[in-house]
């Protein structure tokens, strides 16, 4: 069966130009997700944001892939995964996986000391690699809540909450989500929920992003499908903010990575963190000695 062919038209052929030049532009933040394309394209006026210029975009980005004009790995999808299985030819291949493995991830918990427990908890999971790209270097978690979080999902919070006060730590939540209806609505009913309800006490809930201010600030494309009058809180909204409304991915990831990098050490004691990253590189260099005489006991073994 001949494969089907998409017609290429100079009007697509200059966006998908608009669209590489993006791609390079953010290359340090790839893969980027579909939504993260399309706003870019939106604040430069190269496309309107109306619903017809998303499906379009969509659509474009799939035969760029497929015909080889954008590589595959420069576009991911976060809302669908692949859990896989797997196993090994026989156990030779087995000890020589394991053995470049061995003590090779080792990372000293760099929050040691601190007397917060930080989460970054954000609404959407579409984000969730740039933030846990850079989270992980603090040794913080992200939380991805996807909307209004079950009672099962905060008893779980309430838990590494009471886990850590043990240790003395004071909680932190450090909030992301979208500006609309809903997203203003999430935190105030976590919080709701979780001090007045469960009686979990003495936490810090901050909502980061986004903000009234970071869309003036940064000149924000609106949603057009983020305020819909079947939401329970519609009415509510459009009185305090009007019909504009704007989704977390619409800020640039560079702003954003600022954002979330500010957000986390302003809660942080920098000179302990820089202390324990210190002892985290003497570790590293006494771990990889020992792997050294452990990898050549194995050679031996497999000789």
């Known amino acids: 069966m001949a494969r089907r062919e998409f017609k290429w038209t100079d009007k697509q052929i200059e966006k998908l130009n608009h669209v590489i030049k993006i791609l390079n532009e953010w290359i340090k933040y790839r893969p980027l997700t579909l939504r993260q394309v399309y706003y870019q394209l939106v604040s430069k006026e190269i496309i309107k944001n109306v619903v017809s210029e998303y499906t379009m975009l969509s659509n474009m980005l799939?035969?760029?892939?497929?015909?080889?004009?954008?590589?595959?790995?420069?576009?991911?999808?976060?809302?669908?995964?692949?859990?896989?299985?797997?196993?090994?030819?026989?156990?030779?291949?087995?000890?020589?996986e394991q053995a470049d493995d061995f003590l090779g991830g080792y990372r000293r918990h760099l929050m040691n000391g601190q007397d917060k427990f930080i989460e970054v908890w954000i609404e959407k999971d579409a984000l969730s690699s740039i933030f846990s790209r850079l989270t992980r270097r603090y040794c913080i978690s992200t939380v991805v809540c996807r909307g209004f979080s079950s009672i099962t999902f905060l008893n779980d919070f309430k838990e590494r909450i009471e886990e850590n006060e043990k240790q003395g730590k004071c909680p932190v939540m450090l909030y992301f989500g979208d500006f609309d209806a809903s997203g203003l609505e999430m935190l105030p009913a976590m919080e709701e929920t979780l001090l007045n309800e469960m009686g979990t006490n003495g936490i810090e809930f901050k909502r980061i992003a986004l903000t009234k201010q970071d869309i003036i600030d940064y000149n924000l494309p609106n949603d057009p499908n983020a305020v819909k009058k079947t939401d329970t809180r519609y009415k509510k909204f459009i009185e305090k903010f009007g019909t504009y409304a704007v989704e977390l991915d619409a800020l640039p990831p560079n702003i954003l990575e600022q954002k979330i990098k500010t957000a986390i050490e302003n809660e942080i004691d920098i000179d302990l963190f820089n202390s324990q990253?210190?002892?985290?590189?003497?570790?590293?260099?006494?771990?990889?000695?020992?792997?050294?005489?452990?990898?050549?006991?194995?050679?031996d073994q497999l000789n």
Not at 69 to 85: L, M, Q, S
Request: a negative charge; proline letters at 2%; glycine letters at 6%.
């Open 62 to 96: 799939k035969w760029a892939r497929i015909d080889g004009y954008i590589p595959w790995e420069t576009i991911e999808d976060r809302v669908r995964a692949v859990h896989f299985g797997r196993g090994w030819n026989d156990k030779k291949s087995f000890i020589e």
């Open 277 to 299: 990253m210190e002892i985290e590189k003497q570790e590293v260099e006494d771990l990889t000695s020992l792997k050294s005489k452990v990898i050549e006991l194995l050679k």
